[in-house]
């Protein structure tokens, strides 16, 4: 019982440490996260966890939130990327839910990294406390690139989360946004 505390928070530098390696390392992530065309059942686990929210833009700002499914089960901390069209949109801000972040029972903390035009990666990592199921959990805003060419583009996320079963598992999710000018 009095080793409790220090190998959680041991527990939890590493996988921040690990994330924060990750982040800069200029890695992708591993293979088996990728979205599969086959439409296999793997595919639909990857799909339970999140989904990318949205809304089409009539040249404006586009605004997406990854919201955590009723279906995710427990998570503690997740490692992604998130891809989008570099000549069509930019990033001008990412933040992570208040419901989430620090203050909160949860009290997660967001570390987010650009390492190339078109590709962020972000871990939210904090307590061994797990996420709320059916919350958001970051929002992105992005700015219409001048003279972006009207018509779809598509903002892809993956990644991996963790929870204290030491269970990682993977998810996958995208958004279609329509571009009108």
């Known amino acids: 019982m009095k ?28 293979e088996r996260s990728r979205i599969s065309s086959s439409g296999d059942a793997s595919q639909n686990a990857e799909r339970s966890v ?10 404006g700002d586009v ?3 990854l919201h955590a499914l009723p ?8 490692i992604g990327e998130l891809n989008y069209d570099s000549a069509r949109l930019k ?5 992570i839910s208040p419901e989430i972040g620090a203050g909160s029972k949860s009290a997660k903390v967001l570390h987010l990294a ?15 406390e797990d996420l709320p199921q059916a919350a958001d959990v970051l929002a992105c805003d992005f700015a219409v690139q001048p003279n972006a060419p009207a018509g779809p ?12 079963t030491f269970e990682d598992r993977s998810f996958a999710a995208e958004k ?5 000018n």
């Open 3 to 30: 080793y409790r505390l220090p190998i959680s928070v041991g527990i939890a530098t590493l996988v921040f440490v690990g994330a924060v390696i990750w982040l800069t390392g200029g890695r992708s992530m591993p």
């Open 50 to 59: 999140f989904a990318l929210e949205g809304a089409d833009t009539a040249g």
């Open 63 to 65: 605004h997406l939130t």
């Open 71 to 78: 279906t995710a089960g427990p998570v503690v901390t997740i």
């Open 91 to 95: 990033m001008t801000r990412c933040g």
């Open 114 to 128: 650009e390492p190339a035009p078109g590709l962020v990666r972000a871990v939210v990592a904090g307590t061994l």
């Open 153 to 164: 583009t598509v903002v892809r996320v993956r990644g991996q989360v963790a929870d204290t």
């Open 176 to 180: 279609t946004i329509v571009i009108r």
